[in-house]
């Protein structure tokens, strides 16, 4: 349900800012659609999990390895995109890892 509610919106959007001519192209693109498909995927799980893991422990120990999915989305982006990171996003990468497993751990 979410994630319709998601599209609806964004179709909404896009037809509000004026481009709801450029819907046609993604749905033609299929590498796009494979990526738009991959990210309702991968949300879907993420949240299924999330949910699970809810039932069965503490939100203060859950929360913080969610919140650690921005470092693994980091690590990726310099893996494979080749982003470069500057000093100080790397020490706030650093940072979050870091409290995000002492909050969990402690």
Request: with cysteine; charged share 15%; glycine share 6%.
């Amino acid at each position: 349900m979410r994630g319709v509610i998601m599209a609806i919106f964004l179709v909404t959007v896009m037809i509000v800012q004026g481009h709801a001519s450029h819907l046609p192209e993604v749905f033609a693109d299929r590498r796009a659609l494979a990526c738009v498909a991959l990210s309702g995927i991968a949300g879907a799980t993420s949240w299924l999990f999330y949910f699970m893991a809810l039932k069965t422990g503490d939100v203060s120990r859950i929360a913080p390895i969610d919140k650690f999915s921005v470092v693994f989305a980091v690590l990726l982006a310099i893996l494979i995109f080749e982003e470069e990171v500057t000093l100080s996003h790397g020490i706030g990468i650093f940072l979050i890892a870091i409290d995000s497993l002492m909050i969990a751990i402690l």
